[in-house]
Antibody
């Protein structure tokens, strides 16, 4: 069973860049037919899909965040990374890493999430 | 982009009673090539990641109690908890995975 663990700074200053990593164990991010996604939940609000990267390296992003987001795969470390530029307080949230179930396509395994606060 | 609309936003139900949550998509989630609806339901409790309950609109995930059921096709979907238990208090989300992903805004389920 694949396991996911998010990590990164818990505090980011406004206008700076938020960078998170998702360490994958129990499977390789470069094998199979998976979508690795990032999802966030701002405090008191609902879940928001940020974007995803496929095993083959193609990416898709939420249109509302596309101009600020980059998701990449670091195969040497078996990690998926999230980079969000020009952050504001509205980017304060719990950030989750998620992988889909191959051939089924729904979101399947979630990391425990990591909290990021944007504040000066 | 596909917009998912859930109702109600919050719901209070007595223990042992039925809870029903509705989800509507802005376009059909039925994929003609496999006749499957690309709709999932998640349960989200504070301090935990969301938990998959239902996929393909009506298929219960392994280990999910059978008091949880779901139905619907095309653009209109329903999640039903037949006999509410205390541990079912959570926020419930529908999600389309027909094209990328979109979540509904969530339904907060509480005990009356």
């Amino acid at each position: 069973q694949v396991q996911l663990q998010e990590s990164g700074p818990g505090l980011v200053k406004p206008s700076q860049t938020l960078s998170l990593t998702c360490a994958v164990s129990g499977g390789s991010i470069s094998s199979g037919n998976h979508y690795w996604s990032w999802v966030r939940q701002p405090a008191g609000k609902g879940l928001e899909w940020i974007g995803r990267i496929h095993t083959r390296g193609t990416t898709d992003y939420n249109p509302s965040l596309r101009s600020r987001v980059t998701i990449s795969a670091e195969t040497s470390n078996n990690q998926v990374s999230l980079r969000l530029i020009s952050v504001t307080a509205a980017d304060t949230a719990i950030y989750y890493c998620v992988v889909d179930r191959p051939t089924y396509y729904h979101m399947d395994v979630w990391g425990k999430g990591t909290t990021v606060t944007v504040s000066s | 982009d596909i917009v998912m609309t859930q109702s109600p936003a919050s719901l209070a139900v007595s223990l042992g009673e039925r809870a029903t949550i509705y989800c509507k998509s802005s376009q059909s989630l039925l994929y003609s090539s496999d006749n499957k609806n690309y709709l999932a339901w998640f349960q989200h409790k504070p301090g935990q990641p969301p938990k998959l309950l239902i996929y393909w609109a009506s298929t219960r995930e392994s280990g999910v109690p059978d008091r949880f059921s779901a139905s619907g096709s095309g653009t209109d979907f329903t999640l039903t908890i037949s006999s509410l238990q205390a541990e079912d208090v959570a926020v419930y989300y529908c999600q389309q995975y027909y094209t990328t992903y979109t979540f509904g805004q969530g339904t907060k389920l509480e005990i009356k």
